[in-house]
């Protein structure tokens, strides 16, 4: 065991280093349990041997597990590859295949792996009433129920009147009916259903699956008139969804105002792909926008190439970076690169946490910052539930780093989290001493995931700013980003290191314009429907459906009605 983990952390010691030149397919697969999963390894380009291939599982929780070498096979001298036998819930996970060259390790794209959810048939459960039953005590009301999606061999289907299973006839199959179905006859007396008796149609299935339906005169006449009513309230909420969009597209044409400095908001992830991109020397043409929505991602930061598209995760951005020669670790030594990702895998785990907290989680910050900015620069009417979207994204994503499917805003889990986070700082603080940069006098990759992960601290004053304070503590940290904003962000150093998050963007009240207009507006349609409602809901406006009696004496029709029924899985009788 400890042999293995060894030879895993030789793996990642060396990924840093090499880059990713191995390539893998297919890229992403899901498919059912228990099924067989192949991945390739193409290593043509390196000219290598695939008895020196390695395969490594990136799991849950990040769990990394070396898969044996039974594993392996050959398709030919350059194809390798992976097969899993039975594919279960901890096959999931991201495959990497690493190729020994000597003393450099080149590592593949990835394959990750995905276990679908059963696939479960539809059953689906009707029943068919009379459209048009006269009221005479002496004429019996024939119900149906059909039940479509389900083997008729696998399901029993019969009725029940206040609890009392009721006899009933089973009609005939339809042998060219695909797919098959069982459909249930009842007659009920005319004097039952003119009373408003509840009936109930069952069906239970060998499977453990249970359904049923209720009917009843009285629910009838209801749906007829809640149908009315539905299309009545359908028809309003059409016509203010397009009044709605028509003052959107008004009011986001307003607001793209060339005057108007927006904010952009601070993460880790943009800062630190841009940083890399200018230590590298990447000639790229940059574009501030202050809402993810306009980015061809939809998320920032994004890169816009010609070879792959849009590319948003920073790794992806780096590793294409590299491949069109502009490698700010080409210089590194192995030690050097082993360092690099012990000190970014130390970022991740101790002090993204703690920045996921103290913008998303600690309420004071929360609720005067974070949400406030995104509800202004969110198009309408997202902006209304966007920014607690994301919140709970953002919970759920610190909930699986620290695995605590409980974890909340507290005193406890905040005292922790900004611990691990000032531990953090210290120990980069002290690997970089009184040095420029930390390996030599050119930035490397680890200096733009450290001025990734610190100027957001430091350029934003939040109420909370516990993180800021203790970064501004260390002199050293302070000073490096300093240097990289005034070596290469002049405009942005210039501004100031920190500087308060204002919801109030330059240009006066005048910018503001359009924002009063869209909550005038919004309060207009919103007072309209209260009325309406209200109107509706106390009689005032009232929908009056009318039905005509029958003047001939025809056989009673059959039509859908959807009633309250529910839906319940059983268990499995004997």
């Known amino acids: 065991m400890c042999s293995s983990w060894m030879q895993v952390t030789f793996l990642l010691a060396h990924l840093i280093v090499a880059g990713a030149?191995?390539?893998?397919?297919?890229?992403?697969?899901?498919?059912?349990?228990?099924?067989?999963?192949?991945?390739?390894?193409?290593?043509?380009?390196?000219g290598g041997e695939c008895s020196y291939i390695v395969w490594v599982q990136v799991g849950s929780m990040r769990k990394l597990t070396l898969w044996p070498r039974k594993t392996y096979s050959v398709h030919t001298n350059t194809a390798?590859?992976?097969?899993?036998?039975n594919a279960n819930r901890t096959s999931v996970g991201i495959f990497y295949c690493a190729l020994l060259n000597g003393a450099m390790l080149?590592?593949?794209?990835?394959?990750?792996?995905?276990?679908?959810?059963?696939?479960?048939?539809?059953?689906?459960?009707?029943?068919?009433?009379?459209?048009?039953w006269q009221e005479a005590p002496s004429s019996p009301v024939p119900l149906l129920c059909l039940v479509s999606g389900l083997d008729p061999s696998q399901a029993r289907v019969?009725?029940?009147?206040?609890?009392?299973?009721?006899s009933s006839e089973r009609l005939p199959e339809v042998q060219s009916e695909k797919p098959a179905s069982v459909r249930v006859q009842l007659s009920v007396p005319g004097h039952t259903w003119a009373e408003g008796e509840e009936i109930t149609c069952v069906m239970e299935s060998t499977s453990g699956l249970k359904m049923n339906k209720t009917v009843s005169r009285m629910g009838m006449e209801r749906s007829r008139q809640g149908m009315f009513l539905a299309i009545s309230l359908g028809s309003m909420c059409i016509l203010l969804s397009i009044v709605v969009i028509i003052i959107t597209l008004y009011v986001c044409r307003l607001r793209h105002d060339p005057r108007k400095k927006r904010f952009q908001p601070y993460e880790h992830d943009q800062d630190g792909a841009q940083?890399?991109?200018?230590?590298?020397?990447?000639?790229?043409?940059?574009?501030?926008i202050g809402n993810p929505w306009r980015s061809p991602t939809g998320s920032l930061?994004?890169?816009?190439?010609?070879?792959n598209g849009s590319l948003s995760r920073p790794s992806d951005i780096i590793i294409h970076l590299r491949k069109q020669k502009y490698n700010a670790d080409f210089d590194l030594s192995a030690k050097e690169g082993a360092d690099t990702l012990a000190f970014t895998s130390l970022l991740e785990e101790k002090l993204m946490p703690a920045l996921v907290y103290t913008r998303w989680?600690?309420?004071?910050?929360?609720?005067?910052?974070?949400?406030?900015?995104?509800?202004?620069h969110a198009p309408f009417p997202l902006n209304f539930f966007l920014p607690g979207s994301i919140q709970r994204q953002q919970l759920q994503r610190l909930r699986l780093v620290r695995g605590d499917e409980e974890l909340t805003a507290g005193e406890e889990v905040e005292k922790e989290l900004y611990r691990d986070a000032m531990e953090c700082m210290n120990l980069i603080s002290q690997r970089l001493g009184s040095n420029k940069f930390f390996f030599g006098d050119s930035p490397s990759s680890l200096d733009a995931f450290v001025f990734g992960y610190l100027v957001p601290i430091l350029k934003m004053k939040l109420p909370n700013g516990r993180l800021q304070q203790h970064l501004k503590s260390l002199d050293n940290l302070s000073h490096f980003c300093s240097n990289i904003l005034a070596l290469y962000f002049p405009s942005e150093g210039r501004e100031g290191i920190s500087r308060k998050v204002s919801s109030q963007p330059e240009g006066g009240d005048a910018d503001n314009e359009p924002g009063k207009r869209r909550k005038q507006l919004l309060s207009v349609l919103v007072a309209l429907g209260a009325m309406l409602s209200y109107a509706f809901l106390t009689g005032i406006v009232a929908i009056q459906h009318v039905q005509q009696e029958a003047l001939d004496h025809r056989s009673p029709g059959l039509r859908s009605l959807s009633s309250h029924g529910e839906e319940e899985d059983g268990e499995e009788e004997g």
Not at 80 to 85: E, K, M, V
Not at 301 to 307: G, I, N, R, V, Y
């Open 21 to 46: 030149v191995v390539y893998q397919y297919p890229g992403s697969l899901t498919v059912a349990e228990g099924t067989n999963v192949t991945f390739h390894c193409d290593i043509s380009e390196m």
């Open 80 to 85: 390798c590859l992976l097969n899993i036998i």
């Open 106 to 132: 080149n590592m593949g794209n990835g394959s990750v792996l995905e276990i679908s959810d059963p696939i479960t048939s539809d059953v689906t459960l009707e029943v068919l009433v009379p459209v048009d």
């Open 158 to 166: 019969y009725w029940e009147v206040e609890g009392k299973v009721q």
């Open 275 to 288: 940083a890399y991109a200018k230590f590298a020397g990447a000639p790229l043409k940059l574009h501030k």
């Open 301 to 307: 930061p994004a890169l816009k190439t010609s070879e």
């Open 361 to 376: 989680i600690d309420p004071k910050n929360y609720v005067e910052v974070t949400r406030r900015w995104h509800a202004e």
